[in-house]
Nanobody
Framework: QVLLAESGGRLVQPGESLQLTCVAS???????MGWYRQAPGKQRELVAQ???????DYSDSVKGRFTIDRDNAARASYLYMNNLKPEDTAVYYC????????????WGQGTQVTVSE
């Protein structure tokens, strides 16, 4: 079993920046890491992901504003969010495509980000 622990979510004003951190209970070497979000009444959506080799991909809604990074030594993934907008309000989840026996994929418990005046 792999545990993912997110942190960093809080209430911010529009235009501000925020950093989310995800720490895994075991090595993330060879693991694709991602950040998803789910707003009230909406489906969970992929925000950003980073491959084993460091290639990144972003949803159109955050491209140019968010940056995903990873530190294998720290077993951590980061989401740097700039110029936050009210529509970025959601619970943000960390994901890693860990292989655990016959199952694949581990999720964190989520961290709330609220963007409001």
């Amino acid at each position: 079993q792999v545990l993912l622990a997110e942190s960093g979510g809080r209430l911010v004003q529009p235009g501000e920046s925020l950093q989310l951190t995800c720490v895994a209970s075991r090595s993330i070497v060879g693991v694709v890491m991602g950040w998803y979000r789910q707003a009230p009444g909406k489906q969970r959506e992929l925000v950003a992901q980073i491959t084993r080799g460091g290639m990144t991909d972003y949803s159109d809604s955050v491209k140019g504003r968010f940056t995903i990074d990873r530190d294998n030594a720290a077993r951590a993934s980061y989401l740097y969010m700039n110029n936050l907008k009210p529509e970025d309000t959601a619970v943000y989840y960390c994901y890693g495509d860990f292989v655990m026996g016959s199952s694949t994929g581990a999720w964190g418990q989520g961290t709330q980000v609220t963007v409001s005046e």
